[in-house]
């Protein structure tokens, strides 16, 4: 089918047949509460929509629902991302495996409607697993492996989709059959849930020593949960042809520059390090799929043979750099000394990352001997504060 | 002799709230009506102390303690996942305060009504935010003294069940905590009906508006017989019922036995009888036009 | 519990907060400074009643449909019930606590209805002639047949004396029927009897062929009463013209008084009772009937409502003048003189002193004249160490004499004259003698089983203590200590009354009763002070869930681990039957 990235996955959370749906319309995002909408309003899909007021009451009636003992689902973007953010805290405490589609969308003030990823990294902190995906089919893929994934290891998970790149270009997509949904994903059941046969409190106070407990049993789930991508992934590739892996390398194995980077930029630079390769530079690209947990071991064995890394940032965090960067260079740290990482923070506010970018990306990797301490917001002849 | 707890009880003594708390003898008698095949919701207040610290839970029947503001959307959510499973006899319950109805949770309660979720909503009502230290919310009612309107509270009490009868769910009802037959009868009520049943309780607390605790059954009865607050049932927003007949006591009865008011003048009084008188003369009227039409 | 390992993903310990215990271990009552305690205590209404009828309870029981079992509790006290609810003075509703809320409860018109509709046989209860010793009761009065009663439900073998033809005294011979119907009383005197008592009619003692002696009886009861009418002015008139009102009430048509101006002379219940039983002797003609007394209306130790019901019916009544002088001349009628009078009364020994007041006097003919001022006892030798003289024998408060054997009760030993003091008087006689005969301190049981500082006690507590014991009965409900926030007002129910003018032609009962709506609405508005009627207030408003119920014997305790001592079951109760003391357990701590 030719899906854009929205209903491709629309068509991934209707597969799943999540029970209870609760969601609040935004820009980029309407479209799929419209096809759910639009499915529920025929009958097909088989459990309750709540069209909620707000996003916040949607994460807490999802979060309510997942408690109960069904599977639930929801979506959103941006503004309504962060109005969820006290609840994604909360669901994950709980332990509760919401699977969640954001489309990144640039956070106001002041008001933008295009790609940005700062949304959905601004929350990497919740506890939430994190998929980050570059086209409509692996988005259609990631909702239905997330519900595997998030229902094996008890907690929640969000697939992250880019405003209008992916969620309203259309590309072909090839929507798995139902009963084979079915046969790869078990019916949710939860080990605790609101039951007034085992009537049981949820969520009450708790010590200095509890709280501590808890919360490091879900860093250990987390850490745990890499493996669990990983063997969800291998399996769906086995049952339906198509598997992402914790990350996508491209022409990595004898890249002396590595470009890591994620999102759509990501299938941009393909074409751009096909271009450069031609020209016998030898580059090569490292997207990052799985960002929460971020798999680290594997991250430092794959890009250890780098010379230089370079990261392509859809985002920032103010005062800092990019986040990815940031993080990869954390990773970095702990195994790996000598790679310098330069850090570009580019497409801010949806604008265009082309071929062309890409280049002088690695142009100027490769030219610069130290990274600066900031991250480069100016690509060579570009004049960012004017026009 | 064999003495033995009330076998009604849908709670275990051993809570941590104030003693003489009048919210808590109120939510003894919600759950007392609403029974074992139920599920709460809580939220931050002070039933969310008395629900009891992990491991131990003053509820013999499940309850999810939610974050504040989400009382409505989270019972909402339980009871859609009720009826994706096919049950349509668990009932579920939200147990709010005032702040967390008419302040910050007010957005969720009017979407929740909206949508007419069937969910029971229960306001316990004690006129400020009690939990924290009593500061002032909405609901509090003009002129009273709290830690954060020293001065007493310039503006009016909200009238939430007005803005909830707007709602035209099917149930809206005022109760009081210290009326317990007329509390466990509206629940009961509530019980059988599909959407959205608003119940605002009214929970004297003699921390808050500094009594004597053992007076909390006289303050209760004294706010309903002075016609401070009024018993009544509103169906489908429209069809009016008042159900207790009050004493028509003075309201400086009521006003006087609170430390709270002590600061209150006489023109002050005055103002608030003639208040009453006009809400109370409104509220017949309304009753009138209801069995009328 | 531990943490989950690294190597593997299964996650079981601090999964997330979910709780399975409950909350029963904080024991949040370890810092109480008060705990409650549940007592039932006596009313105002018990206590003010002569008899010490548990008035609350039976109210309770009828409250839940139970008339019979009401009526059983007024037996325990009081065998007349029938007659106290038409004829007694009500010191119960006087005393009410409502009457401080709206008006008191008409408790008379309930016993009554009681006594008219419930039905109770006393034989299935009581222990008839379990016991050996063998009483005399001389004189069937309501002091003569309240000691009979109570002794024969004790299993004592009672012999009732009785000089007239008929079982009653006073009952009989001294109220009219048209207060209390000849098939009432009978009906009540036959529900004593049915329990074993021997009766002895037109038996004078000492005279009898059927009398052995007093020492045939292990103790003997005296309530002869107050039989003689006390008279005024014989010595200037003949017999023929002048009578007691006693002797006329015992035989009304014996006198010819259907015609002719009648004078009758004095204040009370008697004097009444002759005029209104002449009105109708005369089928309602009441013109020729005048009612002269010394006292103001006020004063007259008539009831009120006997007053108002002779207005009613057309009697003339003259307050303020006493008779001095009669003259009666031949083939003219008979003419007293009357001076202005006041009237001193000592309550507390209830003597009367006349005061004349100026010179103003006042001259009434009559063709009969009729005196009602007052009643002696008949002087009597009854052995060779026991007399009844004109002022009745020397008691103790126990009715207790100088011989040990010999008890008195009833009129003869003065104080108030009313027929609910009488049956007082035969239960204190019933008390004495089981005392004397079990050897116990009649002193210390009556102070047992007395309530608050008044002369009424509780017998059915002497022969049956309450196994529960938790009716406190030093502790007397006052007003201010019920909460009247949980009752409503609503108008007391008085019954129907005859029209004057229909029933002055009649003896027909004058009163009607109340219907048995208004006894309903009745038995709602009584208060129930000091009894626990399970209205569970205590339960429903604790907020600590502490208070404990022992469902199947009606008591309340509470949860010592848990209860705070808040004190708001104190208040809950409308009826003070819980209260707040100080805490005294060590293993509660010090504040």
């Known amino acids: 089918m030719f899906l854009t990235g929205n209903h491709a996955a629309a068509y991934g959370a209707r597969l799943s047949r999540p029970k209870v749906i609760a969601a609040y319309p935004i820009t980029p995002q309407s479209p799929i509460y419209e096809k759910l909408s639009e499915w529920d309003g025929k009958g097909e899909l088989g459990g309750r929509m709540m069209r909620v007021e707000s996003e916040h009451s949607a994460m807490a009636a999802c979060i309510s629902a997942s408690l109960t003992g069904v599977r639930t689902f929801t979506a959103t973007a941006s503004q309504g991302l962060v109005l969820m953010h006290e609840l994604l805290h909360f669901a994950s405490g709980m332990r509760a495996p919401v699977v969640m589609v954001n489309v990144n969308r640039a956070l106001g003030s002041p008001w933008s409607f295009w790609s940005e990823q700062t949304d959905s990294l601004s929350q990497r902190d919740t506890g939430w697993l994190q998929f980050y995906v570059a086209d409509n089919q692996e988005a259609l893929d990631t909702v239905i492996q997330a519900y595997k994934i998030a229902e094996t290891i008890s907690l929640p998970a969000i697939v992250v989709l880019e405003a209008f790149y992916t969620s309203h270009f259309m590309e072909p997509v090839e929507v798995p059959d139902q009963n084979k949904v079915d046969g790869f994903l078990p019916p949710f059941e939860p080990p605790f849930k609101l039951d007034p046969n085992h009537p049981a409190g949820f969520c009450q106070t708790v010590t200095q020593n509890e709280y501590k407990k808890f919360r490091l049993n879900r860093q250990i789930a987390m850490e745990n949960a890499v493996e669990v991508v990983e063997s969800v992934d291998k399996e769906y590739e086995e049952q339906f042809g198509r598997g992402y892996g914790l990350f996508e390398t491209y022409r990595l194995e004898d890249a002396e520059i590595v470009l890591v980077t994620a999102g759509t930029i990501g299938s941009t630079a393909r074409v751009t390090i096909d271009g450069l390769r031609e020209k016998g530079k030898k580059v090569g690209m490292l997207r990052i799929r799985l960002f929460r947990p971020f798999p680290k071991a594997k991250l430092v064995e794959s890009l250890r043979h780098a010379k230089k890394i370079a990261v392509i940032d859809r985002n920032i965090s103010l005062g800092q750099e990019g986040i990815f960067c940031e993080e990869l260079k954390s990773v970095l740290y702990s195994r790996v000394r000598d790679i310098p990482v330069f850090g570009f923070v580019l497409g801010l506010g949806g604008t265009n990352v082309g071929p062309s970018h890409i280049e002088k990306v690695f142009s100027m990797t490769e030219k610069m001997e130290q990274a600066p301490i900031h991250p480069i917001i100016e690509l060579e002849g570009e004049n960012v504060s004017g026009t | 002799m064999s003495l033995a707890h009330d076998d009604r009880d849908n709670l275990y003594p051993g809570h941590l709230g104030c003693p003489g708390c009048g919210e808590v003898i109120g939510l003894k008698l919600v759950l007392q009506a609403v029974g074992k095949q139920a599920i709460a919701v809580v939220i931050p207040g002070c039933i969310g102390i008395v629900i009891g610290p992990y491991p131990f839970s003053t509820f013999k029947i499940p309850f999810f303690h939610a974050a504040f503001e989400t009382a409505a959307a989270t019972a909402a959510g339980i009871s859609n996942a009720l009826l994706a499973k096919g049950d349509e006899e668990t009932i579920v319950v939200a147990l709010a305060g005032d702040g967390g109805t008419a302040d910050i949770g007010i957005q969720s309660l009017s979407g929740a009504a909206d949508r007419d979720e069937n969910i029971i909503y229960c306001c316990f009502d004690n006129e400020a935010y009690m939990n924290t230290g009593i500061q002032v919310s909405s609901a509090t009612p003009q002129l009273a003294w709290t830690m954060t309107t020293p001065l007493g509270k310039p503006g009016r009490k909200k009238n939430m069940v007005e803005i909830m009868a707007a709602h035209h769910i099917p149930y809206v009802a005022t109760a009081c905590s210290c009326f317990p037959d007329d509390l466990r009868r509206k629940i009961t009520e509530a019980k059988q009906i599909k959407g959205t049943k608003y119940i605002h309780i009214l929970s004297p607390c003699p921390t808050g508006w500094r009594f004597p605790e053992r007076l909390t059954p006289n303050i209760g009865r004294l706010a309903v017989e002075t016609k401070y607050f009024p018993l009544y049932e509103i169906r489908n927003g429209r069809e009016v019922r008042i159900t207790h007949k009050p004493k028509d006591l003075p309201v400086e009865d009521y006003l006087s036995a609170q430390g709270r008011f002590k600061h209150l003048t006489k023109d002050d009084l005055d103002r608030i009888k003639k208040e009453i008188d006009r809400n109370w003369d409104e509220l017949k009227r309304r009753e009138d036009q209801s069995s009328h039409s | ?591």
Request: proline fraction near 4%.
């Open chain 3, 1 to 591: 519990m531990a943490l989950p390992s690294r190597s593997s993903p299964n996650i079981h310990d601090f999964f997330s907060a979910v709780s399975f215990r409950d909350s029963l271990a904080f024991k949040t009552g370890s810092q109480r400074s008060e705990r409650p305690i549940f007592t039932n205590k006596v009313s105002r209404c018990r206590q003010a009643c002569p008899i010490g009828i548990d008035i609350p309870a039976a109210f309770h029981k009828a409250s839940k449909g139970e008339f019979d079992e009401a009526l059983k509790i007024y037996l325990q006290e009081n065998p007349l019930p029938g007659i106290c609810g038409r004829v007694c003075y009500h010191p119960c509703e006087l005393d009410c606590n409502r009457k401080d809320f709206d008006d008191s409860v008409n408790i008379r018109s309930f016993e009554r209805f009681l006594s008219d509709h419930a039905r109770a046989d006393m034989r299935n209860e009581v222990p008839i002639h379990s016991k050996k010793e063998k009483i005399a009761v001389i004189g069937s009065g309501p002091a003569g047949l309240s000691a009979s009663y109570h002794l024969a439900r004790s299993g004592y073998s009672v012999c009732l004396f009785e000089a007239r033809r008929e079982i009653g005294g006073m009952l009989r011979y001294g109220i009219p029927s048209y207060r209390l119907p000849r098939t009432i009383l009978d009906r009540e005197i036959e529900r004593i009897l049915s329990l074993g008592i021997e009766t002895y009619l037109n038996a004078d003692i000492g005279k009898d062929s059927r009398w052995n002696g007093f020492e045939s009886f292990d103790a003997v009861f005296i309530s002869t009463g107050l039989q003689l009418g006390k008279m005024l002015l014989e010595k200037e008139a003949s017999k023929d013209f002048i009578l007691t009102g006693l002797d006329f009430l015992a035989n009304p048509q014996e006198y010819g008084l259907e015609k002719g101006k009648i004078l009758i002379i004095g204040g009370g219940n008697v004097a009444i009772g002759v005029a209104r039983t002449l009105i109708r002797l005369r089928r309602g003609r009441g013109k020729e009937i005048t009612l002269v007394c010394p006292e103001s209306r006020d004063q007259m130790p008539a009831l009120p409502e006997e007053i108002r019901e002779a207005l009613e019916e057309g009697i003339t009544i003259l307050n303020g003048w006493a008779p001095q002088k009669l003259h009666q001349r031949k083939g003219k009628r008979l003419a007293v003189e009357f001076c202005r009078a006041e009237v001193e009364r000592d309550e507390a020994t209830g003597r009367v002193r006349i005061i004349p007041v100026g010179k103003e006097t006042q001259k009434h003919f009559a063709d009969k004249i009729i005196v009602a001022i007052g009643q002696t006892a008949r002087p009597f030798q009854l052995s060779e160490n026991i007399s009844i003289k004109e002022d009745g024998i020397a008691t103790d408060r126990f009715g207790r004499t100088s011989l040990p054997k010999f008890f008195v009760g009833g009129d003869m030993i003065g104080g108030k004259a009313f027929v609910a003091d009488a049956i007082a008087s035969g239960k204190m006689g019933a008390l004495a003698i089981s005392c004397f005969l079990e050897g116990k301190d009649v002193e210390a049981e009556f102070q047992r089983h007395q309530f608050g500082d008044r002369p009424s006690f509780s017998f059915e507590h002497f022969i049956a203590p309450d196994e529960k014991n938790w009716t406190d009965f030093k502790k007397v409900v006052s007003f201010d200590q019920m909460n009247t926030l949980f009752f409503y007002e609503s108008p007391r129910n008085n019954p129907d009354r005859l029209e004057a003018a229909e029933r002055i032609r009649t003896f027909e009962e004058v009163n009607s009763g109340l219907t048995s709506r208004q006894v309903e609405d009745e038995i709602s508005r009584c208060f129930k002070c000091g009894t626990c009627i399970d209205c569970e207030n205590c339960l429903d408003f604790c907020p600590d869930l502490s208070i404990l119920k022992d469902a199947r014997l009606g008591l309340y305790g509470f949860d010592e681990d848990h209860c705070k001592g808040c004190g708001i079951c104190s208040v809950a109760c409308p009826r003070n039957v819980v209260e707040m003391v100080i805490e005294k357990n060590e293993n509660v701590l010090d504040r």
